[in-house]
């Protein structure tokens, strides 16, 4: 598997050079660390530390647009530039190797962190404060590598269940060899090791505890992944567990506010955040969000690439603070069609990252771990483990946060139906849609369009239907890497 070798390589350039959060004790911009010579002090721990954080801020902007655009919420809009239209159009449109990048870049840093987990052991620490640091450089590795094997099992795998534990999973690497060539596990040994990677970060991040906006990793971050994993496991006793473990903190108050919401999203608060990774205005920059909006000063109007369906709009209801928050209607020119759409706003740019310009960036920090999130994860889980009290807790918490309402006497079909709408509203536009789908065992339709004027027709667009179990749900595995390992297989469909 060279490819991937290369960029191992190349991710063990990358992680050593990667700039600091300033929160890892202040670090200074460094070179490279060879592997000989790069587990002799604390120093050397920060450093490898402060590259697996750089490397996680760059991944978490990856996977998520490119799945929502996969999915069922957004149409794609006559001027896009065949931006990532193979995902949309799905069928003959994506490419196996469309996805590639994610691989590479995944399999990289889960390289990395295997080299620092083996070479940490023989940095030698002279006192406790020390000490203490290098448990919690080493929590923040395991936990890092966890997150990487969840992501790709999930894009590259079957969905977890009884029937799919013993089918092909990816690749488990936990030692870097140059030279090694792995078949792919099983999903059930992906999730084991991804499990045990999330308990062994608990343990050594136990005494650091969860804060609002944490730059830096803690017992709240590994639980709440935790709760993440172990409901795309359907262990729905232990997603709930997990999800209310970090819920009762209370570290984390929901926001119930149009204007706090819109303050969040906008000039990136922290207070629903369990984790936001460190960003600047240098060299830690995040992606911005152009294909949603997109404003284009030469013709005074918004062009965006992709719209949010009307169906999606809909589903929010006119007291929701977070359709004031996630949309914003704009005039908008299209392809030379000129007219009005509603867009999506969920990233609208941080005033921080344009400042001394009247246009915005859309460049927003990632978020990728929000207390949002787990409401919706124990609402979901104990749905689904007979417990319809519990999960109307769950629900109602958050969505009386953000409408002033509250649901009553659910159960059943209805319970569920409830809650998945729930989690496509708040979730909505950060890359969850597809996975969760997958794990609802749903296929879908694209949405009705506002305007279909402003939209590309054809195959695969506006009336694109997907039914559940479609091979392209999951990603194939990158060609050149069948062709360098031989013990590699493809994905079905592919």
């Given at each position: 598997m060279k490819k991937l070798h290369t960029y191992i390589a190349a991710g063990l350039i990358i992680m050593a050079g990667a700039s600091s959060c300033k929160k890892i004790n202040d670090l200074n911009p460094h070179d490279a660390i060879g592997l000989n010579t790069g587990f002799e002090t604390i120093s050397d721990a920060q450093k490898?530390?402060?590259?697996a954080y750089?490397?996680?801020r760059g991944n978490f902007d990856m996977p998520a647009s490119v799945t929502d655009l996969q999915a069922d919420e957004l149409n794609i809009t006559l001027s896009n530039n065949n931006a990532n239209t193979g995902y949309y159009r799905w069928g003959a449109f994506f490419g196996g190797d469309n996805p590639a990048g994610y691989w590479e870049n995944w399999y990289a840093a889960i390289a990395n962190i295997d080299a620092a987990i083996t070479g940490f052991p023989t940095i030698k620490t002279t006192n406790a404060a020390d000490a203490d640091s290098l448990k919690h450089y080493t929590g923040t590795l395991y936990l890092a590598r966890a997150y990487y094997y969840h992501r790709l099992i999930m894009r590259y795998a079957k969905s977890y269940s009884a029937s799919t534990a013993a089918t092909d999973g990816v690749p488990l690497v936990l030692v870097y060899d140059i030279n090694a060539k792995p078949a792919r596990a099983t999903v059930q040994?992906?999730?084991?090791?991804i499990l045990s990677d999330i308990t062994t970060a608990e343990g050594l991040l136990a005494d650091t505890k969860g804060q609002q906006g944490a730059i830096t990793f803690n017992i709240d971050v590994a639980t709440a992944l935790e709760a993440r994993v172990r409901l795309d496991m359907q262990d729905w006793a232990g997603a709930y567990t997990a999800a209310n473990k970090v819920i009762t903190t209370g570290n984390y108050p929901l926001i119930t506010t149009l204007a706090g919401l819109q303050k969040?999203?906008?000039?990136?608060?922290?207070q629903e955040d369990i984790f936001q990774p460190f960003t600047n205005t240098t060299n830690e920059q995040p992606a911005g969000s152009f294909p949603y909006i997109s404003y284009d000063l030469s013709i005074n109007a918004d062009n965006p690439s992709y719209v949010p369906t009307k169906t999606i709009i809909a589903l929010y209801q006119a007291n929701d603070i977070r359709k004031g928050t996630y949309f914003t209607t704009q005039p908008v020119s299209i392809d030379g069609v000129s007219g009005t759409l509603t867009l999506v706003n969920k990233y609208p740019g941080n005033p921080i990252f344009y400042a001394g310009s009247s246009v915005s960036t859309y460049q927003n920090a990632p978020k990728p771990f929000r207390i949002a999130e787990m409401y919706l994860i124990a609402a979901e889980a104990a749905a689904n483990n007979n417990n319809p009290a519990g999960a109307l807790v769950a629900l109602n918490a958050l969505h009386n946060a953000r409408t002033g309402a509250t649901y009553a006497g659910l159960a059943g079909t209805a319970l569920t139906d409830t809650i998945r709408n729930e989690r496509t509203r708040e979730l909505a536009f950060e890359g969850y849609r597809l996975d969760d789908l997958e794990r609802w065992g749903l296929g879908f339709s694209r949405g009705t369009p506002q305007n279909a004027s402003f939209l590309l027709s054809g195959t695969g667009t506006t009336g694109l239907t997907i039914p559940a179990g479609d091979l392209q749900f999951i990603w194939a595995i990158p060609?050149?890497?069948?062709?360098?390992?031989?013990?590699?297989?493809?994905n079905p469909g592919w």
């Open positions: 490898w530390a402060a590259g750089s490397a996680l040994a992906v999730y084991t090791q969040y999203w906008t000039n990136d608060g922290t060609s050149n890497d069948l062709t360098l390992n031989p013990n590699l297989k493809q």
